[in-house]
């Protein structure tokens, strides 16, 4: 408690940084795999592609990539952009997957009777479809909130600052206070984020509120089984 | 045969499923467990193999009460084929078939010998002993389940909803199919539904229950339509809306049965 | 393009893989530091998540703890481990047993609560012992999410134990420490192609069980479910489970 009160600035500081980091990377990749999650549910043949690619890209250690992604993007290892790059494809590799799913949730029915009262493709995909995949998209997106921010920490040992360098530093320096507040922090922050996109989804999809038992229990599995990489 | 004697089921949140229960079910006859959801018919069924203990009361299986008995020699002993089949998914239809003789200890080969028999018993084609449930019709996979129900050759069958999920032709030919199994076998059937019609269809014995999992009236058909008890069997088995008064027309020189509105239900021969 | 070639110069540079912190044995204290973790969590929560999927007790914990503990940011648990437990090997086993966990308990317990209640109950009506229950019906149809979730903790395991060697001299994490500090990127670049790789076999290989323990009548079950249009309702978490999760 005395280091955190000694060190209030700081922490606020990194929590900042923390934010930038992580926010840019969360809104990119829901905003990205969106589409391409609707391609792989309209095309059978793209589904098994892109689910495949994102399989290989979530299963690359973070640290490698992290390593890797300047020799492709050019940027330095130690740039924020090299982190928010690498975070924002990590976030599509979980996104895609959990939207596909989502499009794939909406009712045939529901569709078809879209298109028979006379949508047409693209004003049923923003009036009906979006919409009714939007509580598995937000479930998706609470994933990709909380590996996001726990992600960003890794960066600090390449020297990117984040929440994550008061693990860096706390280890080096011997004060375990230091690491505490690191965790706590981080997974505040998560936790706030993750609150911030419930409320949300709640404004803009108020049907769902009370949604069907099958998909509230379906949302928590979702985030129990796509953990972050690490 | 098989007796309830005050059989009562209270879940510890206060519902009751079966609410004081006598009831004798006849050797090598179909008795139907027939009402609406909530009537405590599958619970009632499901006590015979104890798949529910009764809270108050006791089921006799010839004499002997099934408490006494262990849970699952017990089920060995009795067929069961329920709604949507139960199949494993991950065993053929032969070895859905196998499973309970094996479970008894029965030699693979004689066990194979009888699943094979009762495929053919119950309509199904050799071939498709090497099939999965999935790659079979809903029709199909009830037959699988009426075979594998057969298997151990139990006295007893118990059958919960068994042509609930199937469409309604298949539906027909299966309960004929029935008629026919009981004919040549002469178990002693349970069966639950909810269609009164496939009650009447059925059953040697009708036991009509209520929520709560009263009994309101038990008989054979015949006396379901001829003394309805009360206004409830009535509406039950359609009597209040016509649908069970039929009255004689001449047409063209023959007797034709209509019903209330003046459809037509068939001819009487002479 | 070339800095893979550099990279990859220095994979192939015979120098690098001898000694004691060469290439071999890098990869050896990686792959068997990764084993044991693996193992030793896998003692630990299968079973438990198991049970908790047979007997569906305890469902909201096994979701709060594997939700929690994947809240943990990792490197923070390593280092918390380090100060505590010094450097050495035991701070990280412990730090990476206990990452482990969370997908492992989650798959066990999803494997076994994914066997449709109606088939568990036929089961049990045509007599199956408890224990049947579990050997014939429930594990042989769970079983391939079970080893989803053993995928995605052996990927999540190779991954930190990257992180690893910030506080303990094992793994191929090393080069990329040593190469931050002489500069040298290509070796950095190097040793994480040579993980990447590592991870994308490892995850290729556990793919291939989930498709082996998948008995035929069950991917056919699945097969015709998603083959026609109104299957398309079943949950969508249900069928990301089914199929595993990349981590």
Known sequence: MNWLVQNVGLVGELLLVHLALSVPAIILSFVIAIPIGYLAHRQRWARGVLLTLCGVLYAIPSLALFIALPAITGFGIRSPLNLVVALTLYGIAVMVRTAADAFDAVSPDTRLAATA????????????????????????????????????T???????QSLGSLFTDGFQRGIVAEIVTGIVATMLLALVLDALSVVAGRLLLPWARRAAPGRRSSAQPVAVEAGEPA | MIEFRGVTKQYPDGTVAVGGVDLIVPPRTTTVLVGTSGSGKTTLLRMINRMVDPSQGAVLIDGTDVATVDPVRLRRSIGYVMQNSGLLPHRTVLDNVMTVPLLNGTRRQSARARAMELLETVGLDASLAQKYPAQLSGGQQQRVGVARGLAADPNILLMDEPFGAVDPLVRQELQQELRRLQRELGKTVVFVTHDIDEAFLLGDQVVLLRTGGKVVQSGT??????????????????????????????????????????RPAGVLEP | MNLFAEAIAWLFGPDNWAGPSGITARLLQHLVVSAVVLVIAAVIALPVGGVIGHTGRGKQLAVMVSGGLRALPTLGVLTLFGLWLGIGLRAPVLALVILAIPPLLAGAYAGFESVDRRTIDAARAMGMRETQIVGKVELPIGLPIVVGGIRSAALQVI??????????????????FEGLKTRDYAQMLGASLLVILLALVVDGAFALV??????????????????????????????????????
């Open chain 1, 117 to 152: 009262v006379g949508y047409s493709a693209a004003g049923r995909f923003w009036a009906v479809e979006l919409p009714l995949a939007g509580p598995v998209l937000i479930a998706g997106l609470r994933v990709v909130i909380v590996s996001t921010v726990s992600l960003v």
């Open chain 1, 154 to 160: 890794v960066g600090a040992v390449i020297g990117v």
């Open chain 2, 221 to 262: 058909p015949a006396e379901f339509l001829a003394s309805p008890a009360d206004d409830f069997v009535s509406g039950f088995v359609g009597a209040d809306r016509g649908r069970r008064r039929l009255r004689l027309e001449e047409v063209d020189g023959q007797r034709v049965v209509v019903d209330e509105d003046g």
């Open chain 3, 159 to 176: 991954a930190t134990a990257m992180l690893a060697a910030y506080l303990a001299d094992v793994g191929l994490g090393r080069f990329i």
């Open chain 3, 210 to 247: 989930q498709r082996l323990v998948t008995p035929t009548g069950v991917r056919l079950a699945r097969s015709a479910r998603t083959g026609g249009e109104p299957a398309r309702k079943r949950t969508p978490a249900r069928r990301t489970i089914t199929e595993g999760n990349p981590v």
